[in-house]
C-alpha cells in the first residue's frame, strides 16, 4: 500500500494541534508507520523546499520550519498519498474549505499546521529525506477487513 509522508510543522506544537491532527489520520483508517520529532537545518529544508529556492518567502518559511522542532509521521493505506493531500486543504488556510487540516486550523498562507507530499513520486523521496529505512514500521491492523473491501486490497 501506499505510504506518505506528514510533518507537523511548527505551527501544530505552538497551537498545540499534534494530538488533534494525528487523531484525524488515524480515525480516517490511515496507519501510522513511522513517528518522530526532529530539529531541522537548513541542509535538510534546502532540499525539502528546493521547488521554492527562486521564490522571494524562501528564507522566510526555511527560519519558520526552524522555530521549534517537527514531527515527522509516516501514513499509510490505499491512495494515502492523495487521501492526506485531500485532508490537507489548500495552501492558503484562509481559502481551504472547512472540514480539512488548514481550513478548520489556519488563516495563513505559511502558518499552515502540516506539510503533506503532493505526489507519489514526492512521499517517496521525502520519506527517504525524513526517516531512515529501520524507522519506518511494517505491522497490521486488526481492523483491516473493516476499512476495506477484500477486491480493494
Ligand atoms: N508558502 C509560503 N508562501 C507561498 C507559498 C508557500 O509561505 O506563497 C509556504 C507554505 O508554508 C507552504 C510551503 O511554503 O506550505 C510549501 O509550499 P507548497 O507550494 O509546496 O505548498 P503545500 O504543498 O504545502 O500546500
Ligand atoms: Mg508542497
Redesign the pocket.
Known sequence: MEKTLVLL?PSALQRALVGEVIKRFEQKGLKLTGIKMMQLNDEILNEH?A??SE?P?FQ??KD?MMTTPIIATCWEGLDAVQVVRTM?G??NGRNATPGTIRGDFSVS????IV??S?SIENAKEELKRFFKKEEIFNYNHLTLPFLYANDEI
Open positions: 510543522k523546499y521547488h521554492l521564490r518567502f522566510r518559511i519558520a490537507t489548500a495552501t498562507v505559511q502558518e499552515n506539510h503533506t503532493d
